[in-house]
């Protein structure tokens, strides 16, 4: 399983931008959840992370109040909410989590779940444009 990332593109500057991530495979639940970003020619940088319950996030000091990180469980679903884009905002935006996959124990008569752990994305790339 992995996970695909979508909504990025070209976005004039002021404008507002909603990123989504979702599993290849959807037997996988996401669990944690954290978006990255690595700007042009820079090393990737956290931006925000997500509980498997939503009730806790975090951010980075440099996107607090202007990024928001939200998940929809039912749609297995996490996402990135971007308002006032800025220039230096461009880059590959990247989806991290922990991967969840109930299965049925016949033998234990019980059920099981698998972990993949730190599993990424293959980036969605944002441009900003003045």
């Known amino acids: 399983a992995q996970l695909v990332e979508s909504g990025g593109g070209l976005v004039q500057v002021g404008n507002s931008l909603r990123l989504s991530c979702t599993v290849s495979?959807?037997?996988?639940?996401?669990?944690?959840a954290a978006w990255y970003r690595q700007p042009p020619g820079e090393e990737r940088e956290f931006l925000a992370t997500i509980s498997s319950d939503g009730r806790i996030t975090t951010y980075a000091n440099s996107v607090k109040g202007r990024f928001t990180i939200s998940r929809d469980n039912a749609a297995n679903t996490i996402y990135l909410q971007i308002a006032s884009l800025q220039p230096e905002d461009t880059g590959v935006y990247y989806c991290n989590a922990d991967l969840q996959e109930p299965w049925y124990n016949a033998a234990l008569e019980q059920w099981d779940s698998t972990s993949l752990n730190d599993v990424w994305g293959q980036g969605a790339r944002v441009t900003v444009s003045s």
């Open positions: 495979e959807s037997t996988y639940t996401i669990e944690t």
